[in-house]
């Protein structure tokens, strides 16, 4: 595993991720992988785009992820197994350098993101599920110029709306709080620049 992958493994140990606390909300277990991996000496993220003829978030860039199954044994084994049903990428190819914090959505799911290497040779299998495979390197996704925020009303009440662009393609929603909190808690590592 390249060495910048160890350093991210030790930020991500520092601060333990936090788990939602919102007593009386019932929500839905799902999770994601946001996968690393190093191409040509660059450290870049993994997202994948879904069809636009899929019923729900048609469209949408997001890490491999969905809803946790009762045969899961933890959300951990949600997210290897969507990555795996949605890229080919088996569970004992994923490298798991830690957890992320909690998230909620405005479809009642409560979204439990980690973070793992994968083999930057894989030959991704997509799935009907995956539209298209966008490979993003870190150091552009933290350059201040590629994201931004808006204020949108949901719920009768204002909320933070954060996006990133990459090209043609626009991260936003739960990914991208997902992604922000991430790039926040990697933030300062000047191996990244390498």
Known sequence: MDPLFHLIRERLEAQPAKLLNLPGLSLRESAVLAPLFMRDGVACALFTRRPMTLRTHAGQISFPGGARDPSDATPLHTALRETHEELGIPPDRVEVLGMLDEIPTITEYRITPFVGVIPPDFKYV?????????????????DPATHRTEQWQVGGQEHDVYFYDYGHHHIWGATARILRGFLHRIGGLAELEG
Do not use: F, K
């Open 126 to 142: 997509p799935s009907s599920e995956v539209e298209e495979v966008i490979e993003v390197p870190l150091v552009h996704l933290l």
